[in-house]
């Protein structure tokens, strides 16, 4: 290991589970995952970041404070790493944090899209200089600021002697479109777990559906998934991104009480593991035809999610990201430690493709330790 290559990379994303967290050392185009953990968020941390993603009236101090404890919680994360790695922070060149998202609007007069975990505290905490920010300045070029994942996707998985597709499955899923020749593509196709975890949440006290068992009991409902997929979002033209200000407790039920519709809970759950994997499998077929699916992220551990993706896609290879070398649970954290290393590096990133942007950019701001 030597320091030119060794990087950390820190996220907690839609589900707000926590933070994952990554030392990678950089071998070429490969990345050589060196360890791995996963920092559970406390309830009330959680509690409060729920809180500003709703959107409702808050307070400067409420921001101020919830910003300054993501801080020291990634680097608190970042530590335990190390230790863990028994590798000594002097070693590592730099964190790339990508912090947690509270709001995206990538639209309108002022578009914007906000993430919590102040850099400067978790630069004076580890002794580590920090990448930071990495959507502010996509969005500044014109760009969606999101989806940023896939750009390792393309870095890392594209095949010059096959079609594949990348799914990313978190609170939400985006796709990656990674054709042997041509232009590749990245986008959000909507809901992954955010809703199921919603709703498990809502009536087993459950923070996640474990292997889907809970939407395996129950039948999807058609009259509702119908009154889901009548979402302006799914038909918006690329680039597009989205996250919980947009699906949503709110946004569920107020379709559940279109109607009057009195649905088991077990069948409503089945219900929303069936507006995933419509959505995903909808846009696989309007913007691609991959020989390959590989799936990454939480849902990649959802059996029944799995086992249905692959039903509906039953003449393509559906499987993991495992099966190209790389860990599901960790290739979004994998993807921020890259981006950091771009970064420094001096390296701008065309994100065109994928989020709109009118210009390759830095992705991020440099924390200097």
């Not at 953990?37 to 406390?42: A, I, R, W």
């Not at 910003?67 to 730099?94: C, M, N, Q, W, Y």
């Not at 680039?239 to 407790?249: A, I």
Request: net charge negative; charged share 20%.
């Amino acid at each position: 290991m030597t320091q030119a290559n060794l990087y950390i990379g820190l996220i907690s994303g839609t589900s707000v589970d926590g933070v994952d967290c990554v030392l990678v050392e950089f071998d070429g185009k490969r990345p050589n995952l060196i360890a791995s953990l996963f920092k559970p968020s406390s309830a009330k941390l959680r509690e409060r970041i729920l809180h500003l993603c709703d959107g409702e009236e808050i307070t400067l101090k409420m921001l101020g404070q919830t910003d300054t404890s993501i801080g020291h919680f990634f680097a608190d994360a970042a530590t335990e790493l190390l230790e863990v790695a028994k590798v000594p922070a002097s070693a590592v060149r730099a964190i790339g944090s990508h912090g947690q998202t509270v709001w995206h609007q990538p639209d309108g007069r002022y578009p914007f899209t906000m993430q919590l975990g102040n850099p400067n505290i978790i630069a004076q905490q580890t002794g580590i200089t920090v990448v930071g920010d990495m959507r502010g300045r996509d969005m500044a070029a014109g760009g969606e600021g999101a989806p940023l994942a896939p750009l390792l996707h393309r870095n890392v998985f594209h095949s010059q002697n096959v079609d594949r597709a990348v799914i990313n499955i978190g609170g939400i899923s985006n796709l990656t479109v990674l054709p042997r020749e041509g232009a590749c593509t990245a986008f959000d196709t909507g809901p992954g777990n955010v809703l199921m975890d919603y709703w498990i949440d809502k009536h087993r006290q459950q923070r996640y559906d474990k292997d889907g068992a809970w939407a395996a009991s129950g039948q999807f409902n058609l009259g509702l998934l119908n009154a889901l997929l009548d979402e302006p979002y799914f038909s918006r033209p690329l680039p597009k991104s989205t996250g919980r200000e947009l699906f949503n407790g709110r946004w569920l039920e107020s379709r559940l009480g279109r109607g009057g519709m009195e649905i088991p809970a077990a069948d409503v759950q089945a219900t929303l593991l069936t507006l995933t994997v419509t959505t995903i499998v909808r846009d696989l077929t309007r913007y691609c035809a991959p020989q390959e699916i590989y799936v990454c992220g939480g849902g990649a551990h959802n059996k029944t999610l799995m086992s249905e993706l692959s039903k509906v896609a039953s003449d393509i290879s559906v499987t993991s990201t495992a099966s190209l070398g790389v860990d599901p649970d960790w290739v979004e954290a994998i993807a921020f430690a890259w981006m950091a290393q771009q970064t420094v590096n001096g390296e701008k990133i065309d994100t065109s493709a994928f989020t709109g942007a009118r210009e390759p950019v830095f992705l991020g701001g440099i924390y200097q330790a």
